[in-house]
């Protein structure tokens, strides 16, 4: 594991800011921000769920219309790797949906890009665990 003590200035930036962007992306789901949660993707993102990928802005967009629930997304602190202009993190979230009688577990694994001086998600997984315990993973 990284020393933490040993990161340069900019490395710390770069974690905060992927932090951050990680933090949008929850808020601007749950308010329905959807141009706005569009612009932390690359133009060639992909986004893994439900056992399907979609490509690009117009299928991450797809995916969000038909999919999202209403409802609140709460991201567990990520754990980022950063390595010059990419970078991984994973987060568990937990999701209470708009009918209240609805939760979701699991997590998201993603890979992320720094170009023109700010970070995007390229791409994201999502893995389920469902009520028995077992995942649902991304394919």
């Known amino acids: 594991m990284e ?3 040993d990161l340069e200035a900019h490395e ?3 974690m905060v800011e992927i932090q951050d962007l990680l933090a949008r992306y929850t808020r601007l789901v749950d308010i329905g921000d959807t141009a706005g949660w569009l612009e932390l ?3 060639d993102c992909s986004y893994v769920v439900h056992g399907r990928t979609y490509e690009g802005k117009a299928g991450v967009k797809e995916m ?3 999919a999202a629930p209403n409802g609140v997304h709460l991201g567990a602190s990520p754990v980022i790797r950063v390595h010059g202009a990419s970078a991984t ?3 568990s979230f937990f999701a209470i949906l708009a009918d209240r009688k609805t939760m979701r577990i699991g997590w998201y694994e993603d890979d992320l890009s720094k170009k023109d001086g700010r970070w995007r998600i390229a791409s994201r997984r ?3 665990v469902r009520s028995d315990g077992s995942l649902r993973p991304p394919i």
Do not use: E, G, N, P
């Open 41 to 43: 993707f690359t133009d």
């Open 12 to 14: 710390v930036a770069d």
């Open 89 to 91: 993190a994973s987060q």
């Open 64 to 66: 969000i219309t038909l």
């Open 3 to 5: 020393d933490f003590r």
């Open 126 to 128: 999502v893995t389920f």
